[in-house]
């Protein structure tokens, strides 16, 4: 928890023990090797989360209230966004801030917090999960992607019928591999590995293997040389999308803007 909020643990330590001293009881459990929360302190977490979230959020409307307006806005986003909604983003981004630099990057999974952490992007798109470190902010947005199990048709996978997702290992698997998430996956079979869902798109086109996809993206870049989805149990299936932000850096009026325009879908 130290590393993650970027602070010593004896700092981390000190702030615990004035709080607890304020309060007047103890939050945690020392008389084990790890401490755990008491009783006490499992019903002060919540309290002390919902202050840190107004905080957050007080941040927020006081960048937006001062009229900041970015002189450039990164936006890491990944393929499972939809061309179409990327497109009309574009457009309104240009007409509401002609002056800003948007810088569009392509990113999946842990590479998208990462360049988030760094800075080097202001507003990310992930795939939800249920946790994210503390210094990351997110919500839910109101749009789902479909994914779906590709092959060229070419690929003897293509005309099998009552396929059977065990079935699918026997052949070579083209799958996401990002440059944070190397080696963290264990393969079931022959695999290549790609750091983004385009890439792995011409892979499949090639022939080289089966692959999910976004099914959005398939249509929008495999018109001409058709891919056939596999009619696999429990596929195609539908993922919710996460936005994301960086608490400590939040976005200024442009990247806000951005963010009530996703959340608006």
């Not at 963290?184 to 750091?195: H, K, L």
């Not at 792995?200 to 040389?225: D, H, I, N, R, T």
């Amino acid at each position: 928890p130290a590393r993650r909020l970027r602070k010593s643990q004896s700092t981390i330590s000190t702030a615990i023990a004035h709080l607890e001293a304020d309060l007047g009881f103890s939050l945690f459990d020392r008389s084990s090797r790890q401490p755990v929360l008491t009783e006490e302190g499992k019903r002060v977490l919540s309290y002390v989360q919902a202050i840190l979230s107004a905080s957050d959020r007080l941040d927020e409307v006081a960048l937006t209230l001062s009229g900041e307006t970015e002189a450039r806005l990164t936006f890491v986003l990944s393929d499972t966004l939809h061309p179409d909604s990327l497109e009309e983003l574009m457009a309104q981004f240009d007409r509401q801030f002609p002056h800003t630099e948007f810088e569009c990057l392509i990113g999946e999974n842990d590479d998208v917090i990462d360049l988030l952490q760094k800075g080097r992007a202001q507003i990310g798109l992930i795939e939800a999960r249920d946790d994210y470190p503390t210094d990351i902010g997110a919500t839910r947005l109101p749009v789902q992607s479909w994914m779906g199990v590709y092959v060229a048709t070419t690929h003897p996978l293509a005309s099998q019928t009552n396929l059977q997702w065990e079935q699918l290992h026997t052949w070579r698997e083209l799958r996401l591999n990002t440059y944070l998430d190397s080696n963290a996956n264990i393969t079931r079979g022959p695999a290549w590995s790609a750091p983004n869902y385009l890439l792995l798109l011409s892979m499949a086109v090639q022939g080289f293997g089966w692959c999910v996809l976004p099914c959005a993206l398939v249509e929008e870049f495999a018109a001409e040389k058709p891919l056939a989805q596999l009619d696999v149990p429990g596929w195609p299936r539908a993922i919710a999308i996460d936005l994301l932000w960086n608490k400590k850096t939040p976005p200024g009026t442009a990247g806000n803007w951005l963010r009530y325009h996703l959340q608006q879908k």
